[in-house]
Nanobody, 112 residues
Framework: HVQLVESGGGLVQPGGSLRLSCVAP???????MAWYRQAPGKEREFVAT???????NYAQFVKGRFTISRVNAQNTIDLQMNSLQPEDTAVYYC???????WGQGTQVTVSS
């Protein structure tokens, strides 16, 4: 049973930082991995992706604020988020492409 477990969400003030983590107990192998997010009333959108060789790609709205990383030997993928703004409020999902698996999501709320 392939599974992804996210953690690290929470409430943060504007300008603050959070670090999300995703663990794959069953392993991630050589699969590309990604973070997506879904805000209330909106469709799920792409945030960042990283491949086995640590090549990364980001959505335009990241604007250098977020950093995705992975440790293949530990089957973990992290998302460091800095300079958070209220519009970053969403449920953040970890995604494995092969096989296709979604995590349960972790809530990030940016509010004063």
């Amino acid at each position: 049973h392939v599974q992804l477990v996210e953690s690290g969400g929470g409430l943060v003030q504007p300008g603050g930082s959070l670090r999300l983590s995703c663990v794959a107990p069953g392993g991630i192998g050589t699969s590309d991995m990604a973070w997506y997010r879904q805000a209330p009333g909106k469709e799920r959108e792409f945030v960042a992706t990283i491949d086995y060789n640590l090549k990364t790609n980001y959505a335009q709205f990241v604007k250098g604020r977020f950093t995705i990383s992975r440790v293949n030997a530990q089957n973990t993928i992290d998302l460091q988020m800095n300079s958070l703004q209220p519009e970053d409020t969403a449920v953040y999902y970890c995604h494995q492409f092969l096989p296709p698996v979604w995590g349960q999501g972790t809530q990030v709320t940016v509010s004063s």
